[in-house]
């Protein structure tokens, strides 16, 4: 009998723990400074970091850990935890949508029971969420044998052939790119009119090559734009050139428009298959008009698009 259990994302959920400890941790040495004005006796600095370990462990515990229950589903129940539901005392799932996480909203399911109870399943906090949902979708919903789903990956000759409509703007027209190169060629003047150019060393010219690197990544990662032909998606990067993902369009089950959030992440676009994977694609270059009509040519060949960006 086939048997799913949740797994929780190594990066994304004890990633996130891990971080969220160390920035409840780091006060603790500020305090104890403030506290003693000197170095403190092992066994008193031992006994308050105690303290502020179990303090911290119980918030997590209480606020994020409470996100991501273990699940084992199997071909008659569904076990959250310690408690097992029968298929059939399922009221409703929905396997796509968003969902509060926290003070953020984020792609999951949700399962909800006749008894009131309600499961959400974060897509961000298990690393083998398609697999769950596809479960849910086969053996509880439809009521089918369980069958893996394998999305053929299309080789990059495989359109070139097929008229492609592109859906971008010139990159050096976008803020993100005028901020980028601007820096960049401020950058490269200072350096270059510098009177003790000629004498850098090597520790100088490795300086400066980080901090080309870190901001090609921080910006590159932002700058992907979309090509539509009758038959595929396509996915490009402005800075990286040699990208160029492509998606069939019968492998896709849903699009969604994204929006931006803050400066960590621009204007996006999510796509679920099939199979339930899903994979964003953040494009700051693209323009409100650009989304909007690829919006209606996605539509257009029959693929949902959800639009929670652009109105």
């Known amino acids: 009998m086939t048997t799913i259990t949740s797994k929780r994302h190594p990066l994304k959920f004890y990633g996130a723990l891990a971080i969220f400890y160390m920035i409840g941790l780091m006060p603790l040495y500020g305090i104890l400074y403030i506290i003693f004005l000197k170095p403190v006796e092992l066994g008193i600095f031992i006994f308050l970091l105690g ?26 129940t569904i076990k959250i935890g310690y408690r097992s539901y029968e ?9 796509t949508g968003k969902r509060k996480l926290g003070s953020i909203s984020a792609e999951s399911g949700i399962i909800e029971f006749n008894n009131g109870t309600k499961l959400v ?9 398609s697999e769950i949902k596809l479960f849910l979708e086969q053996v509880v919903i439809n009521k089918e044998e369980y069958k893996p789903k394998r999305i053929e990956t299309i080789p990059r000759n495989a359109i070139r052939f097929e008229k492609e409509e592109k859906f971008k ?14 820096f960049m060629v401020i950058l490269i003047s ?35 734009y979309f090509g539509l032909t009758k038959n595929h998606l396509i996915i490009r990067n402005h800075h990286y050139l040699w990208t160029k993902k492509i998606y069939q369009l019968s ?43 690829l919006k209606r040519e996605l539509e257009q060949r029959g693929i949902k698009v959800r639009n929670e960006a652009f109105f």
């Open 51 to 76: 303290i502020v370990f179990s303090v911290i462990c119980w918030l997590l515990i209480s606020n994020y850990i409470k996100y991501s229950p273990k699940i084992t589903i199997d071909m008659n």
């Open 87 to 95: 298929h059939n005392e399922r009221k409703e799932i929905k396997l």
């Open 121 to 129: 399943l974060f897509d961000r906090l298990y690393s083998n969420i």
């Open 169 to 182: 703007i010139f990159p050096l027209l976008s803020f993100e790119s005028i901020v980028y190169w601007s």
């Open 190 to 224: 200072a350096l270059l009119t510098n009177k003790n150019y000629n004498s850098l060393n090597i520790q100088s010219v490795i300086y400066i090559s980080v901090i080309f690197l870190l901001f090609f990544l921080q910006f590159s990662w932002r700058m992907y």
């Open 251 to 293: 492998d896709i089950k849903e699009i969604i428009f994204e929006p931006s959030v803050y400066i960590a992440r621009p204007n996006s676009m999510r796509i679920i298959t099939i199979d339930y994977t899903t994979k964003l694609f953040p494009a700051s270059t693209l323009r409100d008009k650009t989304w909007l009509k």
